[in-house]
């Protein structure tokens, strides 16, 4: 295993996710069942390990025919598509 990229990965990944709608979600979730917490963190762990299966997966096929530059372009313009349509609904 490779530190640098697992600092990376888990750096990057971390601060995306404070404050994300899925943080906010198990945050609600865990507030409305205090007798049933281990349940809430296995089953947000094990969404979010799924979903980031699926992202590892789909990243490796389409690398497979297209430029990882490529990718990051696309990926960025999505941010900010996001970005600016967040702040125009807002």
């Not at 281990?38 to 990243?59: D, E, N, P, Q, Y």
């Amino acid at each position: 295993m490779d530190p640098k990229l697992f600092l990376t990965v888990f750096s990057t990944v971390f601060i995306a996710e404070l404050g994300d709608k899925t943080q906010l979600a198990t945050l609600l979730f865990a507030s409305k069942s205090s007798s049933g917490l281990l349940t809430v963190f296995v089953a947000a762990s094990a969404a979010l390990i799924l979903t980031t299966l699926i992202g590892v997966v789909a990243g490796a096929a389409l690398s497979q025919y297209l430029n990882p530059r490529y990718l990051s372009y696309a990926a960025g313009a999505a941010f900010i598509v996001i970005g600016v349509w967040t702040l125009w609904r807002a």
